[in-house]
């Protein structure tokens, strides 16, 4: 239990970190919404995002 609360405020304290969790956070929770709701527009952003 300690080690996992070591882990999580070393990660907390670190900005880039963060920023880097949220975007691929926001990513897939977007795919899988998207996959939800209309799966041709999954596809489509999966494509995009292969791309890149």
């Known amino acids: ?3 996992t609360n070591a ?3 070393t990660f907390g304290k670190n ?3 963060k ?3 949220w975007a691929v956070f926001s990513a ?3 795919i899988v919404l998207a ?7 999954a596809q489509q952003i ?6 890149i």
């Open 28 to 30: 897939v929770a977007g």
């Open 46 to 51: 999966v494509g995009i995002i292969t791309e």
């Open 35 to 41: 996959q939800v709701l209309d799966p041709a527009t």
């Open 19 to 21: 920023k880097v969790f």
């Open 1 to 3: 239990m300690e080690e």
């Open 7 to 9: 882990i999580l405020d």
């Open 15 to 17: 900005e880039h970190v």
